[in-house]
């Protein structure tokens, strides 16, 4: 039985928002912020401060909700990798999404221009649809991966936001990545996807198909990476090629999971490459 009071239901909520993948959201609010050329502006603040706790709550929370009878099956749920929810939690899950995440919306409609609010709106629909019935995108194939394209989001709406304009290759480059990505992570979860009748591109396609599937994307998001950053460009096709050819020579869902640990940290890595080459272009005057 859970712990009362107000520490451990706190710690429950942070589980559920899984601060393992707050890089997916944050760190590309942060790099959305350099992109349009500063280290740091004050009108960003309410943005990256919405982009951990509240909007991963929000996502993965609405995940959760929804996905109990898949997340039953998953060995992996319960651990670092995503919270196993009980029924009895669906209405504290569902209180904390709105009391974390509608001031920060009220707040957004009020103070940012239509076009950072679109990308906004649409980036929370794509989300929450992607759980959430009748849409429910997770359980159609390809549909399921292409929507997390939506994961760019941020480098398009901070830019907005923040009175620039985005930089467009930074952002295809990042969707395509994102696509990618989703489809890779989720061959580890073929047998309980299928067992539960849910067909995710990874189903359809298989380990193998995945593996060409993912790599054609990632070569997408290289190229749009070069025409911004060489570096970004090569190490990003070094990891995406890695990842590729082991889950290529062994396409297995076990291949799949024993990957997953190094595709969670690939985000780390390859944002790590180009925070700091765009922290020292910005300091030295050299990022217009």
Known sequence: MPQ???APALRRILHI?????????LGTGVVGMWLAGSLWRWEAL?????????????????????DQDTDALNPRKGSL??????????????????VTNVPFLAWFAVSLPAAALGWIALYVLVFVFYSAPPVRLKARAFLDSLSNAAYAFPLVFVAYALGETPVWPAALGLMAWSVAKHAFDAVQDIEE????????????????????????????STLCFALVSTPVALVNA?????????????PTPDTG?????????FP??????????LTLALYFGLYP
């Open 17 to 25: 928002s899984r601060p393992v993948l707050w890089i997916n959201a």
């Open 257 to 265: 999971h024993r990957l997953y640990r190094h595709s969670i940290a």
């Open 46 to 66: 309410p943005l990256l401060l919405w982009l951990t706790l509240p909007f991963n709550l929000l996502i993965y929370g609405v995940n959760d909700v929804f």
């Open 4 to 6: 009362a009071g107000p």
């Open 81 to 98: 990798e995503g919270a196993r929810i009980r029924s009895t939690e669906v209405r504290t899950i569902r209180a904390w999404v709105l």
């Open 268 to 277: 780390y890595v390859a944002g790590a490459v180009a925070g700091v080459q």
């Open 193 to 220: 996807d299928r067992a539960a009748a849910i067909t995710t591109t990874a189903v359809r396609l298989g380990p193998g198909g995945v593996a060409r599937w993912s790599g054609a994307w990632w070569g997408v």
């Open 238 to 250: 070094l990891i995406a090629g890695w990842l590729v050819v082991r889950l290529g020579r062994d």
